[in-house]
């Protein structure tokens, strides 16, 4: 195989309970990509449509994930990428993550799959360092394995991928602004009270386990987030009244997703999910608030061939 047209996923990283360690990826939102073999061992973006990004392989995110690849591949060659971007940058549901890991999981596949799904969340991790400064593995992970995953550590890199119920579909809202990934990482506080701890893990466990058990309640009751979202949210138009409309129309659970501004709702069957969309626009459309509302199932494959 000379190249390959992928589907890279846009995730909703952290899940409420789960900072920094929890990722989910979506189905129906996310960017392609086209990756060819080239006989010069570099990488080369020769097209980005859809979004103003870098072509320069350096500042681009799949350019730098890429790079980590071919410095552990003995491939002589390398690789040209063409992006189809759909996801907006700073939006919050994992665009940096969707490009870095749909490069590497191309290029594996290209050379005939040497590397593991941990190598290559490793290698996408590259990118995400690019984008934030943080070298996350919260969005690239899901995007990668699909499904939920679980950061269980980052040295070493341990993750624990976690069933997906059947009926669980997301809601993610974007209101029409741009907060860096950065810039809401400056507010948290870097300490946090044992109360508020055991609050979030026994949440945690909670969400996993109901995961696990196919009990939407479980997973009801442990979409909560002591410690971020009280902080995060006020950067969020009208966060307060889009979750307590989401959880009235029957949501499951409703919090930021990644650093924001999307706001994400889990739901169980469809038609919630799109009375839960119903509810989110129409508290943006009452305060004049532009947005974007996807509704996708969650996607238990990750990165996929298309055509
Ligand atoms: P997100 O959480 O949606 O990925 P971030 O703010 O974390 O948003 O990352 C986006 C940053 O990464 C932007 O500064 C953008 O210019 C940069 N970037 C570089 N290459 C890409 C790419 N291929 N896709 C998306 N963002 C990219």
Known sequence: MEEIKVFCPATIANVSCGFDVLGLALDSVG????????????????KIIG??????????VSGVAGL??????????????????????????GSSAASSAGAVWAMNELL?????????????????????DVAHADNVAPAIYGGFTLVR????????????PDELFATVIHPQIEIKTSDSRKILKTTISLEKGIKQWGNLGGLVAGLFQ????????????????????????????????????????????????????????????????????ETYQTIGVPFD???SKVNIHGVKKLG
Do not use: W
Request: a negative charge.
């Open 31 to 46: 960017d392609e990509m086209v990756v060819r073999k080239i006989p010069e061992k570099e990488i080369r973006i020769t």
């Open 293 to 295: 509302i996807h509704i």
């Open 214 to 281: 196919n009990d939407y309640d479980l997973i009801g009751r442990s979409l909560e987030d002591h410690i971020v979202e009280p902080i995060r949210s006020i950067l969020i138009p009208a966060f307060d009244d889009i979750k307590t409309n989401a959880m009235d129309a029957g949501a499951l659970g409703c919090g930021i997703s990644g650093s924001g501004p999307s706001i994400f709702a889990l739901s169980q069957g469809e038609n919630t999910a799109q009375n839960v969309a119903k509810s989110m626009e």
């Open 112 to 132: 005939g799959r040497p590397f593991s799904k941990l190598e290559l969340v490793q290698f996408a991790m590259e990118g995400e360092k690019l984008a934030s």
């Open 153 to 164: 550590s980052y040295a070493p890199l341990d993750i624990v991928p976690i069933p997906t």
């Open 68 to 93: 980590a690849l071919l410095e552990k591949s003995d491939y002589e060659g390398g690789f040209e990428i063409e992006i189809d971007k759909r996801i907006k940058p700073g939006s919050g549901i």
């Open 51 to 60: 979004q103003d990004l870098p072509l320069e392989t350096e500042k681009n």
